[in-house]
């Protein structure tokens, strides 16, 4: 029986159950080992596609490594991006100051590198020591005549969310400083698509292919000449709310654009966006060439995806996943795939998430909100899945307990956007639950419903059996 901190409880929400609302977007719990990363980690993931800047960050080198080139976000062209540069920090510069090895680091990367522009990322000491990254940034600017600018993600600002912020608020710097001349009347801005495995691509050759321009892909395969114009996009499609929402409203006050919230994993949620454009456009050509796409797309696929239905059907899955349109558009991309959600959690979602998160799935469904290992391990067993979804930090808990994993997050090396993308995610859930493996590896959650699917939230200094047992899956 693995139990959960008594000051977690009201982020935990059993659908059918529990009848107060789940309790969310705020700081992790202390003591809770959240599976959220740094407010410097959700900046440096999201401006991290831009490939032709440079992207420095000022600290130690731990920081730098701990995201170096972690993600699949291709790039067309330049590979700047995939560098990891770093003003590696030591005990001298914690105590003088850090803000001429910061001069010298930019001048030498510029000048080797000539990027379009630089992103200097502040970390965790910096904040703390108080180097004047801006006034650097302004210094170095003028003297190499390119954009230097200064992200304010110190590692303890806030949650990985107050990071997205920071990264948006850099990013919009760039947005107005560029020639519009020639974006037509149907044109887009896709933000929150970080080309993972080259899905921007598949995505932008839809909009192509239904007649609509796509100016910026906001940060997949981002350029820094594209940041600067995408303010002469007439739409912005938001798909990582999460991430991207502080940017589009930028741009909807400063330029009038208006956004949409959409997703571009699923059939269903594909279609839609595409349909969403189409509409807003109001192009009656626009519109037939989407339906066309549409249907042939979904005509292509459809009948692969029955046959993983009959293959998947009454499978259990959990997730937990970043943002909340990802777990939206998962739960419905399961029961395609005639599976049930029995876990479904965030990282950052808000209550409106967590409400359409409740509306969509089935009674008994758990929904969590920041979780940690031992949460997730212990509804795991207790509900015993066949298949968890998740990113590079659930990867091990699905391993250790013997439960299919089926990488959902950015270090994915498969395209799972898009129509065809519905098709590789089916073919990669089939071929890990029912893998042969499994008749070799014994179900830790069989043997432990056996014994107490004990459903109680208690404090664990009540139930020292139940520290134990937490340790050893720990
Ligand atoms: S910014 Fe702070 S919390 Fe983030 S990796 Fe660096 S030291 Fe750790």
Redesign the pocket.
């Known amino acids: 029986m693995i139990q959960v901190l008594e000051q977690r409880r009201a982020q935990i929400h059993r659908k059918g159950e529990t009848a107060t609302p789940l309790r969310c977007d705020r700081r992790s719990v202390a003591g809770s080992v959240t599976q959220r ?5 959700g900046s440096r993931v999201v401006l991290y596609p831009i490939a032709d800047a440079l992207h420095l960050v000022h ?2 080198i ?2 730098a490594a ?1 995201n170096w080139d972690i993600r699949g976000a291709l790039s067309s062209g330049p590979q700047l991006h995939r560098n990891s540069f770093s003003t590696d920090l030591q005990e001298m510069e914690v105590i003088y100051g850090g803000e001429r090895k910061l001069k010298q680091a930019l001048e030498e990367l510029i000048d080797r590198y000539r990027p379009k522009a630089a992103f200097v990322y502040s ?3 910096v904040g703390v020591i108080g180097d004047d990254v801006e006034a650097v940034c302004r210094q170095v600017a003028r003297a190499k005549g390119i954009d230097v600018i200064p992200v304010a ?4 600002r806030g949650t990985k969310k107050t990071g997205y912020q920071a990264a948006c608020e850099a990013a919009f710097k760039l947005v107005g400083t560029g020639d519009t001349t020639g974006i037509g009347a149907c044109s887009v801005n896709i933000l929150g698509d970080f080309n993972i495995a080259g899905e921007s691509w598949i995505i932008r050759r839809y909009f192509e292919e239904a007649g609509m321009e796509v100016v910026a892909t906001i940060t997949g395969d981002g350029r820094v000449d594209d940041l600067r114009r995408c303010h002469g996009a007439r739409l912005n499609l938001v798909q990582c709310s999460g991430s991207m929402t502080h940017l589009a409203k930028l741009l909807e006050t400063a330029h009038g654009i208006p956004m949409r919230r959409v997703s571009f994993f699923g059939l269903e949620d594909t279609a839609a966006a595409l349909y969403e454009a189409a509409n807003f456009f109001n192009d009656s050509a626009v519109l037939e060439r989407t339906r066309d796409l549409v249907g042939r797309e979904v005509g292509r696929v459809y009948p692969a995806l029955k046959k993983y239905r009959e293959a998947l059907a009454g499978k259990r899955a959990a997730l937990y996943v970043g943002g909340a349109f990802k777990a939206f558009s998962l739960v419905k991309a399961l029961k395609l795939l005639g599976m049930t959600t029995v876990l479904a959690g965030t990282q950052t979602g808000s209550p409106e998430d967590y409400e359409l998160l409740r509306e969509i799935c089935d009674d008994g469904t758990v929904i969590v909100d920041d979780s940690n290992p031992v949460e997730l391990a212990k509804f795991i067993l207790e509900l015993d899945v066949d298949l968890f979804i998740g990113g590079v930090k659930e990867r091990p808990i699905a391993y250790k307990l013997g439960v299919g994993f089926c990488d959902h997050n950015h270090e994915r090396k498969i395209p799972l956007a898009g129509f065809e993308g519905m098709l590789h995610f089916a073919r990669e859930v089939h071929a890990t639950v029912l893998s042969p493996v499994w008749q070799f590896v014994p179900r830790r959650s069989r043997r432990s419903s056996a014994s107490t699917p004990s459903r109680e939230i208690i404090s664990p200094s009540k139930n020292p059996a139940a520290v134990e047992e937490r340790k050893g899956l720990a």
């Open positions: 990363a740094c407010a410097f980690c600290g130690p731990g920081c701990y970390t965790c000491i993600s110190e590692g303890f």
